[in-house]
């Protein structure tokens, strides 16, 4: 029996079913627009509901002097200046508004004894400015969304992956894409589109990532579609993800553990961090302490399994129970008592920093009526992203794109399809539906993964980021030679030889843009290159076309300028 297609139509198409794709699709509901949001992964388990320590607003609770010019100078400054101003302008503006639409959804945030919100010290910030909900933020933040959707009757259809998006005239009208259990082909005609599908960290051996997540969709999507990515080689490495077992690799291990007292020894013994910083010690910075780690990895004074060891055992029991309950819990599903055996933990991929291009106004792409937000897009975080400041992010650009969509929609006068282009989406899906070649989509996904960890981890040199380039054209080569086996278990073969593009196309990005950025700036390390180059203050922009351009950023307006002093980090821990 010949397999389905099912044709929808709706004004508003969310690609992605996260808090960013969940909150456009909630601003349109609301103003009475037609949307629908799909998603490859349950609409419970998307990325968002992983992000546990807080969301920022300057809402002033804690710390009556704090104001939304210093949240902007805070985050401008910790991009090492590679962040937008006019993005951080929006979204720090914008944030108390974002915590109200979280309250009117009936999120329960931690409260103080008289009622006011709580906000607790994120590293890098000058004033509390993080709200939260015990260790669960994110996971909350989601629950609130589905519920407020749920309320709205928003279609929301899980288990869709979207393969291409429908362009015609430089203008989308909409999206293809097949249902993951039993392979029926959604035709989406749709106005315009909001692209909310992650970011590409999945491409590295260590990640944060679940699998099959973050493993480049948007970038791939976007890119296809005629759209630019810019700075997608600055990415965010955790520092502590477990090593084993091998089914938990990337595993985080928040950095509380740290601020409670964590410390860190490489397999001598040697707590290592006083040659890094002295002054902090464990509780310095996000990309210091990855980078410490790597080193003494690197240099042969790693575990066996190529860690370090975190040690919190010789702290009370007690302050364990109470202050890292869900870090115990994790690992003791994992064999593991941390009340008497250290854990051993490696630099992780943990954020996409850059992204899609986007203008800062609406988050409009180079394509008309395409839309991208949360971790597939960039400008806000620059080289460092401050803890907190992706959820907010989130809230901020879900509520403009929507309403930036919907006017957009209602500007037409007409929408033009092209037969041509949905016809070279149903062939795309046929052909990988027909490929009975020899090599496996699993082994080329390890072998990408393998080539970013060696050549475009922590830290990167000219000689290692052109071999990953080299190895890299074998992996293409070799992947127009795949088979693809849907099974009974459904489609899920179909969709890993997606994601393989994706993460081809997201790897190639991250290299050639490595490459280009000749300076150690953030979370960018170039060995051969380890000052900060003022010439390379600016963005870099990647298509497969016109290759890198370089994109000046504007200049920061004298009153947050002038609020981007040194932050005391004491009695903080640095996310």
């Not at 690609?15 to 799909?38: M, W």
């Not at 309320?151 to 291409?164: F, K």
């Not at 901020?396 to 033009?416: D, E, F, H, M, N």
């Not at 190895?471 to 099974?487: A, C, S, Y």
Request: aromatic share 6%; charged share 25%.
């Amino acid at each position: 029996m010949p397999i389905t297609e099912r044709q929808l139509s709706t004004t508003v198409l969310v690609i992605g079913t996260g808090g960013a794709g969940l909150r456009a699709a909630i601003e349109l509901a609301e103003a009475g627009v037609d949307v629908v949001a799909v998603g490859k992964r349950p609409k419970e388990d998307t990325h968002t509901s992983l992000a546990a320590g807080g969301i920022n607003a300057a809402l002033a609770t804690m710390d009556p002097e704090d104001s939304w010019q210093q949240h902007a100078a805070d985050t401008l400054k910790e991009s090492y200046l590679l962040g937008d101003p006019r993005t951080a302008e929006i979204v720090t503006q914008g944030a108390a508004l974002g915590i109200d639409d979280l309250e009117r959804y009936g999120m329960d945030f931690a409260r103080e004894g008289d009622g006011r919100i709580s906000q607790r010290f994120f590293g890098a910030h000058k004033f509390r400015r993080t709200a939260f909900a015990g260790d669960y933020t994110g996971l909350e933040i989601q629950r609130t969304l589905i519920r407020r959707a749920s309320q709205l009757d928003i279609p929301m259809l899980d288990s869709v992956y979207i393969t291409r998006l429908l362009v015609h005239d430089g203008a989308v009208f909409g999206a293809y894409g097949f249902d993951l259990t039993n392979g029926t082909r959604h035709l989406v005609h749709a106005d315009a589109v909001i692209l909310a599908a992650g970011g590409h960290t999945r491409i590295w051996r260590r990640t944060s990532s679940r699998r099959d997540e973050n493993t480049g969709d948007s970038f791939r999507l976007a890119v296809e579609a005629g759209a630019r990515l810019r700075d997608p080689e600055l990415v965010q490495f955790h520092p502590s993800g477990i090593i084993e077992p091998e089914n938990a690799a990337g595993t985080l291990v928040s950095e509380a553990a740290r601020g409670e007292g964590g410390i860190l020894r490489n397999a001598l013994g040697e707590r290592y961090m006083n040659r890094y910083d002295p002054q902090r010690m464990e509780l310095s910075t996000r990309d210091r302490v990855a980078l410490a780690s790597y080193t003494e990895i690197k240099e042969g004074r790693g575990t066996a399994n190529g860690g370090v060891w975190l040690d919190v055992s010789h702290l009370p029991r007690q302050t364990i129970m109470n202050r890292l309950p869900r870090v115990y819990q994790t690992l003791l599903e994992l064999q593991l008592d941390i009340t008497r055996e250290p854990i051993e933990v490696a630099p992780t991929a943990h954020y996409s920093m850059g992204g899609v291009w986007v203008r800062p106004e609406d988050h409009s792409t180079d394509v008309r009526g395409l839309y991208a937000i949360g971790e597939a897009s960039s400008g806000l975080h620059g080289a460092n992203r401050l803890g907190g400041n992706s959820l907010i992010e989130l809230l901020v650009y879900g509520r403009i794109t929507g309403q930036a969509a919907a006017a957009y929609s209602r500007s037409l006068t007409a929408q033009p399809r092209s037969a041509t282009a949905v016809a070279q989406a149903r062939t795309e899906v046929d052909e990988l539906l027909a490929a009975d070649g020899p090599e496996n989509v699993r082994a080329l996904q390890r072998a990408i993964r393998n080539t970013m960890t060696e050549h475009a981890g922590v830290v990167r040199d000219e000689q290692g980021l052109r071999t990953g380039l080299a190895e890299l054209d074998t992996i293409e080569k070799r992947m127009q030679n795949v088979g693809v086996h849907p099974d009974i278990a459904g489609f899920q073969d179909l969709a890993h030889a997606f994601d393989l593009k994706s993460a081809a196309l997201a790897a190639r990005a991250t290299l050639e843009a490595a490459l280009e950025r000749r300076e150690t700036r953030g979370c960018h390390n170039r060995s051969d290159y380890p000052d900060m180059d003022p010439a390379f203050r600016v963005n870099l922009v990647w298509s497969p076309t016109t290759g890198i351009t370089h994109e000046s950023i504007p200049a920061i307006p004298d009153e947050i300028a002038s609020l981007m002093a040194e932050v005391s980090t004491e009695g903080k821990l640095v996310e």
